[in-house]
């Protein structure tokens, strides 16, 4: 099988949307890189700082329609790019397990651990993890699966069901069931991601306890908890029928938003939330709302 690999010259201030974008429609790695002849030197205590131009390069399976994948680009960041957008073939690899070389067992909280398969953890009360993201987004790396993880980790899950919309590896809905949640719904408009979200679960002996909800099946009822870590614009779309899914007194936990955009989603869900000022990581923001009886 053969892959495609796609490459978007933007500036600086959009780069970071560009990777959880690609991240998103199902990328295998998201790499960003000089798009100019600008050089950083050496940078200062606690200071991060890119490129002006930045070319953002995702790896895509092979069988992706690539006038689909420009016109989703398109249509997700409202503007014609396709005069910055070149596509190219590469030859047959596994690219997807390239990820396992730098993938090493993460803590989050206090006794949370995500792992690739056999990697040894130490702490004795540890809750583990095992996961292989397979063709879909999320192994905890990127700063808004850590911070979901992390307020996980420091709830009280016991006996409640949650609901994972757009579950992608499944990581944060197999996450609560092992952090003590009875019952987990995973939804996601991507077939692959359905997929790796059931290997996981069977992974970590937990299919019983996930349901999973792929591209026109509906989630059966509200839960206790919310989770939303996808695309801001997708979150203020959809506020009315996510708030619909979260039970009075329920939890709201919305990612996948950058630090600009925090109060346009987070005035979407006002009138049916109590909403907490945003936690933030690395210039992305973790919205908490409670439902509102």
């Keep these: 099988m053969a892959w495609l690999q796609l490459h978007l010259t933007t500036d600086k201030e959009r780069a970071p949307l560009i990777e959880q974008l690609f991240e998103t429609l199902g990328a295998l790695s998201v790499t960003l890189v000089d798009a100019g002849d600008e050089p950083i030197l050496e940078l200062g205590p606690g200071e991060t700082r890119l490129w002006s131009q930045i070319r953002a390069t995702g790896l895509f399976p092979g069988d992706r329609d690539p006038d689909?994948?420009?016109?989703?680009?398109?249509?997700?960041?409202?503007?014609?790019?396709?005069?910055?957008?070149?596509?190219e073939v590469l030859d047959d690899r596994?690219?997807?397990?390239s990820w396992l070389d730098h993938f090493h067992p993460m803590r989050f909280?206090?006794?949370?651990?995500?792992?690739?398969?056999?990697q040894a953890i130490e702490q004795p009360d540890a809750l583990v993890v095992d996961l292989d993201p397979g063709l879909a987004f999320g192994t905890g790396t990127h700063p808004t699966t850590a911070l979901?993880?992390?307020?996980?980790d420091g709830a009280d899950l016991a006996g409640k069901t949650l609901i994972d919309f757009g579950c992608g590896s499944g990581i944060l809905a197999i996450a609560a069931l092992k952090l003590g949640a009875r019952l987990a719904f995973g939804a996601d408009h991507d077939p692959q991601a359905i997929l790796a979200s059931r290997d996981n679960a069977e992974k970590n002996n937990l299919s019983s306890r996930l349901l999973l909800f792929g591209p026109g099946e509906t989630l059966p009822e509200p839960a206790d908890i919310l989770v939303a870590n996808i695309l801001s614009?997708?979150?203020i779309d959809l506020a009315g029928t996510l708030a619909g899914w979260v039970?009075?007194?329920?939890?709201?936990?919305?990612?996948?938003?950058?630090?600009?955009?925090?109060?346009?989603?987070?005035?979407?869900?006002?009138?049916g939330f109590h909403m907490a000022?945003?936690?933030?990581?690395?210039?992305?923001?973790?919205?908490?709302?409670v439902r509102l009886g």
């Design 68 to 87: 689909g994948l420009r016109a989703e680009l398109t249509q997700a960041l409202q503007a014609d790019i396709c005069r910055h957008l070149t596509l």
């Design 148 to 152: 979901c993880l992390e307020w996980l």
């Design 247 to 271: 039970r009075p007194g329920g939890d709201l936990l919305l990612s996948g938003i950058l630090a600009q955009q925090a109060a346009a989603v987070a005035d979407a869900f006002k009138f």
């Design 233 to 235: 614009g997708t979150l």
């Design 109 to 118: 909280g206090r006794r949370l651990w995500i792992r690739p398969n056999g």
């Design 277 to 289: 000022p945003p936690r933030e990581r690395e210039g992305w923001v973790l919205l908490h709302g």
């Design 94 to 97: 596994e690219w997807e397990r």
